[in-house]
């Protein structure tokens, strides 16, 4: 059974800096094998793909919403994925969730939520002064 845990939520000031974490367990093979990214939601709102990583190839995908802002990363060894997010705005405020598929990411449709089986339990990014 996968699991997903975020870590790093918090408040911070429009132009400031957070560093989400997510440790995954659980994946018995296929490691190199593997999509995995950041998605966001608000309350009312659909899940919104922001960056992922193809844990085999290193590609990774960027909204257009975060790109140049937000950078995404991995440790294998660590079995942990980061995003790196700069220049936050108050429209950066929601929950933000880890996800996971057992494949390759997908360069046509990675943003689509009901794409990953797997999530975390969410992490809270506030941004406002």
């Known amino acids: 059974q996968v699991q997903l845990a975020e870590s790093g939520g918090g408040s911070v000031q429009p132009g400031g800096s957070l560093r989400l974490s997510c440790a995954w367990s659980?994946?018995?093979?296929?490691?190199?094998?593997?999509?995995m990214g950041w998605f966001r939601q608000i309350p009312g709102k659909l899940r919104e793909g922001l960056a992922v990583?193809?844990?085999?190839?290193?590609?990774?995908y960027y909204a257009d919403s975060v790109k140049g802002r937000f950078t995404i990363s991995q440790d294998l060894a660590k079995s942990t994925m980061s995003v790196q997010m700069n220049s936050l705005q108050p429209e950066d405020t929601a929950m933000y969730f880890c996800?996971?598929?057992?494949?390759?990411?997908?360069?046509?449709?990675?943003?689509?939520?009901?794409?990953?089986?797997?999530w975390g339990q969410g992490t809270q990014v506030t941004v406002s002064s």
């Open positions: 990583i193809d844990t085999g190839r290193g590609d990774t």
């Open positions: 659980g994946v018995t093979y296929g490691r190199n094998y593997m999509c």
């Open positions: 996800a996971h598929v057992p494949r390759r990411c997908i360069p046509g449709s990675w943003w689509f939520a009901d794409e990953y089986p797997h």
